[in-house]
């Protein structure tokens, strides 16, 4: 079974390569699930009901989130409904939504989605260690094609995940820091590990936001608002092949594309 997760989508340009880009990409891959993780969507803040339903119209199977899940209020409105759209399982009981979902395809195949938040340079969440464990043990004994989104700053802490659950899911892939890494393996005991799969978006601003404006914080260290550069995109996501039997990872290749540089393989 392969599984094509598409990273960060950052604003317009983010959207316009995903829209651009994954006729494409499911003509190559063919995959049977399409994850994306969504929380930088809106302009670069949270995601609203209209682009999770483009996404989702697009063929994406499930949005992953993150630390900018509730930027954009509109959230509060359809996440409780929209089972595919998950925000990370370790915020505090009684937080709007799940942290976890199971989404099937046309063709009856299953897999479960887990999103998770790191706690280094971010906001002190409950552990996602303890988390995913508690998940897990339940988890375990219904499904063997388990992907998990480990939304973190530090890679030292998106290592360790990915160590703490090698042989246990089929995936574990870092988001958040924008800056695709190659550093993909498959791990030991079978899962298949990539630190950060870097962002779809503006490829000439930083991180997908306009660089003028991150700039001056840098220069002045004065209050500067952020908005998302809508240049020219990138596109960055990676593409798993898990076994049928095991659930365990086969192959994991990076996927890059350029507006700029439109070669199709």
Avoid at 33 to 52: D, L
């Amino acid at each position: 079974m392969r599984i094509l997760f598409i990273g960060d989508i950052v604003g317009g340009s983010g959207r316009r390569a995903v829209k651009t880009q994954l006729p494409e990409l499911k003509r190559k891959y063919d995959p049977a699930f399409i994850v994306v993780n969504g929380e930088n969507a809106a302009g670069g803040r949270g995601i609203t009901a209209q682009i999770a339903k483009e996404l989702f119209e697009l063929g994406v199977h499930g949005i992953t989130m993150g630390n900018h899940t509730w930027d954009n209020k509109d959230i509060f409105n359809f996440i409780e409904e929209e089972a595919r759209i998950v925000r990370p399982a370790n915020y505090p009981p009684g937080t709007p939504g799940e942290g976890m979902t199971i989404l099937k395809n046309k063709a009856g195949k299953e897999l479960a989605i887990v999103n998770l938040m790191g706690r280094t340079f971010l906001p002190p969440l409950d552990c996602p260690f303890q988390t995913i464990d508690s998940i897990l043990d339940k988890l375990k004994k219904k499904q063997k094609h388990i992907f998990v989104d480990f939304h973190a700053e530090a890679t030292s802490e998106k290592i360790a995940m990915g160590w703490h659950l090698d042989g246990k899911v089929s995936a574990v892939v870092g988001t958040h820091t924008h800056v695709q890494t190659h550093d993909e393996r498959i791990l030991p005991q079978g899962t298949g590990y990539v630190t950060d799969v870097g962002m779809t978006g503006a490829r000439d601003g930083v991180l997908g936001m306009e660089r003028e404006a991150v700039l001056q914080k840098f220069k002045t260290q004065l209050p500067i608002r952020f908005t998302a550069d809508e240049g020219k995109w990138q596109l960055h996501a990676v593409v798993i092949d898990l076994d049928a039997g095991s659930g365990m990872a086969k192959k994991i290749e990076l996927v890059r594309r350029f507006e700029t540089e439109m070669i199709f393989e």
